[in-house]
């Protein structure tokens, strides 16, 4: 109890602080570059409404200076009774990547700068080509331990192709599979997070409060999916492809030295959109709904198809299935 | 229309021929003259009416209609040789099949239509069902502006689902679900605005290869300080030069 | 208190005077430190893109070094335990000197994490009150505090006794707690950094029950490796040998300290021949970054193993130091043993640095090879603290030679006797 009161007083003065800083709130540390009220922003988690509001209206203001545009940056609560699910389709993914850049374009990724070879654009999805089946047979004769037969079919995590790039898609011998976060039950980058900077909401999808991440990677290393990317450099982000429609846990712009994955379109799915990549999916291939309303897509696809995810054995129960038909 | 004062002069060269039966060779020569014009600007006459010698009226009873893009070649060639992709024949709303298909009888004998030598409409790849169908297995003989289900009932086209349901149950439950396909807008209420149709082509519905986008770029680049080797080396130098001296016994 | 700020005070003085040749080696230090600021100052202002260190492989030169640092630090718990513990005379005397060392090891190793973090400016969103740490779920909570906690220990315990030590009073009981304390916290410091790694479900390289014992086992083996050539230095730079000198370093603490490494590297050589057994006879997919260390991997017909010749003399330097360290004519003979101690230094350096971050991104979890080589700035900038280590231990070790060997006190206890100090 005397802790919680310490804790009480400290929290009260480190708002005080806060507080006492704000005349000097817009005062820029060079090198860093940031101000002294980003500096001492708190957790999102932590942030009263009107704090809230205060960091969006200074956020708003600073993409209006940096791109010159009027940015919508919403903090809709997760709905209630709702925790999003996935179902992806391999037997009709054509691998042909619109969902990669799809995602690109509405969660204000940072681009590959034409003149600044250090930038590069960010991609949340990696669709792997994987071959449909390989057989060598084994040498006829030979005792078992000098020639083993290779027959080799099925979802390969080990050996496939990131950087495909075929006149046409899908090639014959070829199946695809689109890789993004899988939003884990378990998510074990949010249990090795130092900060609490990622987290998992009540409706299921793993955020990142970009102003507090520290960017020691750790959740990088964790993530048995490799969905997570970090910010190398300065995003470079020309004015014409920013998504003016943001959510402060979702799209809004990054900076350098943070963390950032697939959030299932925040920004859309706590309007009742779908998410970008269900949307572009040229042959339906994706499918995304609420797990907990037995009416929707992707309970349908739970019943109906047989599903299976990555990494089973991990234990992260992800919420992203894949199925075929 | 050429075609259609082809015709009428024609017509109206034969009736002269009748009338004048006893011609003058003048009168000969003029009917020659028309006769040799008529050949000069015969290849220009559509396939249609050559092959079945009916007139243009029987499907423009209106008069000719404004040209198209591929009657306007048709118009400067002649011929729709070398037009392109002709159009593969959707029903247009309010149904114009019937325009034409109301004047003849059908044939109900399955044929390959691809060299179709009547409208352009038809003449397209057909590749649904590995040989078992054909055009009238779903287009309603007795009136083309509708389907033909299994027990012979009559649907719009809007309605195709139901049509394309009958062989593909599994695929249309799956469908009205919103498993199957794109489904749009939001997700309390997903927009099915697309029937099988807007994405299947009825007539050759497996989907073609596409063009995938760009493959992802590798990590990019180290940021490199101007002359920084050369720093570095003189650094590294200095350091070990000292490092040695203090070193040295 | 004015003893304290007098010694603080003259501490300060007597590390920084000294012979030309020290001033020498002060400087050859200072150099790499500034440059690595100067450095620095660009991954501050451009971001990490300075590095090599992509979404691939996410972990480069700082952690690795990191995590062998770690292992340094530990290694004084060899000394201080047959001191305190088996009461090993010999060890008594140099107790301090590997002290020093944690300190200057874990001076290297925050600075490693501090510099490698995305968002420096962040730091302190990791510690209670100003942040929101994620205790105890977050391995790199536990490591924050027992690294730190283990840095307190390591410059109370010697700050103390050499504080006693120069005011000519014998230290007080409660210190042997705190010393005692160090012992079992030593092992935790490596133990917690092995865990960070061996936790990840994701890393199959890592994630193994070994991970913990292999790396103790060769932070045992590196530690007293390089005790003992800081040992040989220590004894030329200074009065040891020489008649009247209080500070002493026998041949056969060097000895002691030789066998504790031989007996850390059988160890450790036992335990990665084990992991190299359990990985590679089922030949699972888990093969792959044991692979990639020592043959490469190969895709679409390029091979990929940049880090094979280096993984080949590691354990070839290693496998040759155990053998010297196996002899004792070989490990009582100053040459070959000074020989055995740097490779065991330089092997355990490549495969429990580089040789053990590295490959646990290589492939990434989803298959992709992408290797990584550190840029030219990421070496400057790692040298460079490798020199902010050594400046630091330098410092702290020129005080504690001064003072231990008599050469200074406070001016009110010039005529005491030196009290025993352990």
């Known amino acids: 109890m005397v802790d919680e009161s310490r804790r009480d007083f400290l929290k009260k003065a480190a708002a005080g602080a806060t507080a006492a800083v704000i005349p000097f709130a817009n005062v820029r540390i060079p090198v860093i570059d940031v101000t002294l009220e980003e500096f001492f922003q708190k957790h999102y988690k932590e942030m009263s409404e009107e704090e809230k509001q205060r960091v969006i209206e200074r956020l708003k203001k600073e993409y209006k200076e940096k791109y010159g545009i009027d940015a919508t940056i919403k903090t809709t609560p997760p709905k209630e009774g709702v925790v999003w699910g996935y179902a992806l389709n391999i037997q009709k993914c054509i691998g042909c990547r619109r969902c990669v850049y799809a995602c690109v374009r509405e969660n204000n990724q940072s681009r590959a700068s034409p003149t600044d070879p250090t930038k590069g654009e960010i991609q949340w999805i990696r669709v792997l080509e994987i071959e449909k089946f390989k057989i060598h047979p084994g040498e006829e004769g030979k005792d078992f331990r000098t020639r083993f037969g290779e027959i080799i079919a099925g979802v390969n995590l080990e050996e496939n192709e990131h950087y495909y790039n075929p006149e046409h898609v899908p090639e014959e011998d070829k199946f695809y599979m689109p890789i993004q976060c899988q939003q884990c039950e378990r998510p074990p980058c949010v249990k090795v997070c130092p900060t609490k900077a990622t987290w998992k909401e009540p409706d299921g999808i793993i955020v990142v409060d970009y102003n507090w991440c520290i960017g020691c990677r750790f959740c990088l290393a964790a993530c048995p999916y490799w969905a997570r990317r970090f910010n190398w450099s300065d995003p470079y982000l020309p004015k014409e492809e920013i998504n003016p429609n943001m959510h402060y846990l979702g799209n809004r712009i990054r900076m350098r030295g943070v963390v950032e994955k697939c959030t299932f379109c925040i920004q859309r799915t706590r309007e009742g959109r779908y998410p970008a990549c269900v949307e572009i999916c040229p042959v339906g291939a994706r499918k995304f709904g609420n797990l907990l309303d037995p009416e929707s897509d992707v309970r349908k696809v739970l019943e109906k198809k047989r599903v299976f995810r990555l990494k089973e054995e991990l234990g992260t129960q992800p919420k992203f299935f894949y199925f075929m038909d | 229309m050429e075609a259609r004062s082809d015709n009428l002069i024609l017509q109206k060269a034969l009736q002269e021929i009748e009338r004048m039966k006893e011609v003058s060779v003048a009168k000969g020569l003029v009917i020659l003259v028309i006769l040799l014009s008529m050949f000069s600007i015969a290849h220009a006459k559509p396939e249609f009416a050559e092959k079945t010698g009916e007139s243009c009226t029987v499907c423009h009873p209106n008069g000719p209609p404004e040209l198209g893009p591929a009657g306007e070649y048709f118009k400067e060639h002649g011929t729709l040789e070398g037009y392109g992709e002709l159009p593969t024949g959707e029903a247009e709303p309010g149904g114009r099949c019937n325009v034409c298909h109301a004047q003849f009888k059908p044939n109900p004998t399955p044929r390959d239509l691809s060299a179709a030598p009547r409208e352009p409409n038809h003449r397209f790849e057909f590749n649904h069902g590995g040989g078992r169908f054909w055009c009238l297995t779903c287009h309603n003989p007795v009136d083309r502006d509708t389907l033909r289900l299994f027990n012979g009932s009559e649907i719009p086209f809007e309605e195709a689902p139901l049509l394309c349901s009958q062989c593909h149950g599994v695929i249309y439950e799956e469908w009205k679900e919103h498993i199957h396909g794109r489904w749009v807008g939001s997700i309390e209420n997903p927009e099915p605005d697309v029937i099988c149709t807007d994405c299947h082509n009825p007539h050759d519905p497996e989907f073609k290869p596409i063009e995938p986008e760009k493959p992802p770029e590798k990590p990019p680049a180290s940021k490199e300080i101007p002359n920084y080797p050369v720093y570095s080396f003189i650094v590294l130098a200095l350091s070990l030069l000292l490092a040695v001296y203090a070193a040295w016994r | ?422």
């Open chain 3, 1 to 422: 208190m004015s003893k304290l700020i007098d010694f603080v005070i003259t501490s300060i003085k007597v590390s920084l005077t000294g012979s030309k040749k020290y001033y020498a080696w002060l400087a050859s230090l200072l150099i790499m430190v500034l440059f690595g600021a100067f450095s620095y100052y660009y991954q501050l202002k451009y971001g990490l893109i300075i590095t090599d260190i992509r979404d691939q492989v996410s972990w480069g030169s700082y952690i690795a070094n990191f995590t062998f640092l770690v292992g340094v630090a530990a290694a004084a718990v060899m000394i201080v335990l047959p001191a305190y513990i088996y009461n090993y005379k010999e060890f008594k005397h140099i107790t301090i000197f590997g002290e020093l060392l944690a300190v200057g090891a874990l001076t290297m190793c925050l600075s490693f994490v501090l510099i490698d973090l995305g968002r420096i400016d962040r730091m302190l969103h990791i510690l209670p009150f100003t942040g929101t740490p994620n205790w105890p779920q977050s391995m790199l909570t536990w490591d924050v505090i027992v690294l730190n906690g283990y840095l307190f220990l390591n410059l109370l315990i010697p700050g103390y006794l050499l504080y006693k030590a120069y005011v000519r009073e014998p230290p007080r009981k409660w210190i042997k707690i705190f010393i005692l304390i160090s012992i079992p916290w030593a092992i935790s410091i490596h133990t917690v950094t092995a865990f960070l790694y061996g936790g990840l479900a994701a890393r199959p390289f890592w994630n193994t029950a070994v991970m913990a014992p292999r790396f103790l086992a060769s932070a045992f083996t590196a530690g007293p490796a390089l005790m003992i050539i800081i040992l040989q230095i220590v004894r030329r730079y200074t009065c040891i040998g020489k008649p009247g000198c209080k500070l002493v370093v026998t041949d056969r603490a060097l000895f002691t300290l030789a066998h504790i490494a031989l007996i850390s590297m059988l160890v450790n050589l036992f335990f990665l021949g084990s992991e190299i057994y359990t990985v590679g006879y089922a030949a699972t997919s888990h093969l792959a970054p044991l692979k990639y260390l020592f043959f490469g991997l190969e895709h679409n017909g390029v091979t990929y193993a940049k880090l094979q010749p280096y993984m080949w003399a590691a354990i070839t330097m290693e496998i040759i130091a155990a053998i010297l360290l196996l002899f004792p004519k070989t490990r009582k003979n100053f040459t070959t043993l000074n020989i055995a101690c740097i490779f065991a230094f330089l092997g355990i350096w490549t495969e429990k640095g580089m040789g053990l971050i590295i490959p646990g991104f290589i492939p990434t979890p989803i298959g992709e090879i992408w290797e990584y080589y550190p840029t030219l700035m990421e070496i400057m900038i790692t040298l460079a603290v490798w020199a902010l280590g050594f400046l630091v231990y330098t410092l702290l070790l020129k005080v504690a030679i001064a003072i231990e060997a008599e050469e200074v006190v406070h001016p009110s206890a010039k005529d005491k006797e030196m009290p025993e100090m352990h």
